[in-house]
């Protein structure tokens, strides 16, 4: 028999593997169009938001090649047959077919109009939620779901604190991806190598550019993204940059405009930048050159520093300050914050 609509619902907290066979084998029924209703309500613990949960639903409809519509409800249902008059109302018709991955409802509830569909894999949602970073459960996750869970972990400081190598290296211990400071060669890409075609502009090219390539970045990451830098290191680069300039008595009337312009702008970024972790390093190790960057005295990278660090409280960012004195005990202690406080384990 054919029928017009399936229906498949479920709170779809962490949307993994067995939600994805279900969707799938739903498909392969006679239906036109599948019904997807998500139960939601403020007492629901969400891992991703109902947006993000929508894209990654439509990236495996999508995929599957089958008609879909999304519909969010904010009761659970006590029977089956509820169910199937909400998406009756939903659909305008009663041609429906139901679904579900629940054997106990199976010969209790719709005669020939009730599939069990069982999935191949056994997975505990709950055990899932207990801990979705721990490594086995994590691969059950859909991949479509992945990036919406993934954490960003910031690694933050002045010059030679061992950001950069410390992304690296946790990104291959953690086999994922790391995104590397795009202002760290900006200057060769878009300038030449030009410090002094720099305007304020540029800031928040970097700042944009920079969350631009961590979203793509993230598409690829497993549990978690990590970032060599944020935009309020970048707006810390502009009041330097606009202090050199006044040193140098260089502030017009237009240099000033486009300077507010590029504050306001960056500092939007910085309200509404998402993180999950940053680690703060102090600039209490041996300077290393790398031919891009040049040696600073402790005097300016304490003073560097200690601007960061007070923009991060100006923006209420939680931050972990990483102050040992060799890369070795640093990497160590970010290491264990990592297993004790993102992922615990």
């Given at each position: 028999?054919?029928?017009?609509?399936?229906?498949?619902?479920?709170?779809?907290?962490?949307?993994?593997?067995?939600?994805?066979?279900?969707?799938?084998?739903?498909?392969?029924?006679?239906?036109?169009?599948?019904?997807?209703?998500?139960?939601?309500?403020?007492?629901?613990?969400?891992?991703?938001?109902?947006?993000e949960?929508?894209?990654?639903?439509?990236?495996?409809?999508?995929?599957?090649?089958?008609?879909?519509?999304?519909?969010?409800?904010?009761?659970?249902?006590?029977?089956?047959?509820?169910?199937?008059?909400?998406?009756?109302?939903?659909?305008?018709?009663?041609?429906?077919?139901?679904?579900?991955?629940?054997?106990?409802?199976?010969?209790?509830?719709?005669?020939?109009?009730?599939?069990?569909?069982?999935?191949?894999?056994?997975?505990?949602?709950?055990?899932?939620?207990a801990?979705?970073?721990?490594?086995?459960?994590?691969?059950?996750?859909?991949?479509?779901?992945?990036?919406?869970?993934?954490?960003?972990?910031?690694?933050?400081?002045?010059?030679?604190?061992?950001?950069?190598?410390?992304?690296?290296?946790?990104?291959?211990?953690?086999?994922?991806?790391?995104?590397?400071e795009?202002?760290?060669?900006?200057?060769?890409?878009?300038?030449?190598?030009?410090?002094?075609?720099?305007?304020?502009?540029?800031?928040?090219f970097?700042?944009?550019?920079?969350?631009?390539?961590?979203?793509?970045?993230?598409?690829?990451?497993?549990?978690?993204?990590?970032?060599?830098?944020?935009?309020?290191?970048?707006?810390?680069?502009l009041?330097?940059?606009?202090?050199?300039?006044?040193?140098?008595?260089?502030?017009?009337?237009?240099?000033?405009?486009?300077?507010?312009?590029?504050?306001?702008?960056?500092?939007?970024l910085?309200?509404?930048?998402?993180?999950?972790?940053?680690?703060?390093?102090?600039?209490?190790?041996?300077?290393?050159?790398?031919?891009?960057?040049?040696?600073?005295?402790?005097?300016?990278?304490?003073?560097?520093?200690?601007?960061?660090?007070?923009?991060?409280?100006?923006?209420?960012?939680?931050?972990?300050?990483?102050d040992?004195?060799?890369?070795?005990?640093?990497?160590?202690?970010?290491?264990?914050?990592?297993?004790?406080?993102?992922?615990?384990?």
């Amino acid at each position: 028999m054919n029928y017009k609509v399936g229906a498949i619902s479920g709170k779809f907290r962490l949307l993994h593997k067995a939600h994805k066979e279900l969707m799938t084998r739903a498909t392969l029924e006679n239906i036109e169009e599948l019904y997807i209703v998500v139960i939601d309500s403020p007492s629901i613990k969400r891992y991703s938001s109902l947006a993000e949960l929508r894209i990654a639903i439509g990236n495996i409809m999508t995929d599957i090649d089958m008609k879909y519509t999304i519909v969010i409800s904010d009761k659970e249902f006590d029977s089956v047959q509820e169910l199937e008059q909400f998406v009756i109302d939903k659909a305008g018709h009663n041609n429906i077919l139901m679904f579900d991955s629940k054997d106990k409802h199976q010969n209790v509830l719709l005669d020939n109009k009730f599939i069990t569909c069982s999935a191949s894999i056994n997975i505990s949602s709950s055990q899932i939620e207990a801990n979705p970073y721990r490594i086995d459960n994590y691969e059950n996750i859909a991949k479509e779901f992945m990036p919406y869970i993934n954490k960003k972990v910031i690694l933050s400081g002045t010059e030679s604190t061992g950001k950069t190598q410390f992304c690296k290296k946790l990104s291959n211990i953690y086999n994922t991806t790391y995104s590397p400071e795009v202002g760290r060669f900006y200057a060769e890409n878009e300038l030449g190598f030009d410090d002094e075609a720099y305007t304020p502009k540029d800031f928040v090219f970097i700042a944009m550019e920079q969350m631009k390539q961590d979203k793509l970045l993230n598409m690829e990451a497993k549990r978690c993204l990590f970032v060599d830098t944020d935009p309020f290191v970048t707006l810390r680069f502009l009041y330097s940059y606009y202090e050199e300039y006044a040193e140098r008595g260089l502030i017009t009337p237009e240099f000033e405009k486009e300077y507010e312009d590029a504050i306001t702008m960056l500092d939007t970024l910085c309200k509404t930048y998402k993180y999950d972790y940053v680690f703060l390093l102090t600039p209490d190790v041996p300077y290393v050159e790398d031919g891009i960057r040049w040696k600073q005295s402790q005097d300016v990278l304490n003073a560097r520093f200690n601007e960061l660090k007070e923009i991060y409280d100006k923006y209420s960012v939680e931050y972990h300050v990483i102050d040992k004195n060799s890369y070795l005990e640093r990497f160590t202690e970010i290491e264990l914050q990592l297993k004790d406080n993102l992922f615990h384990i």
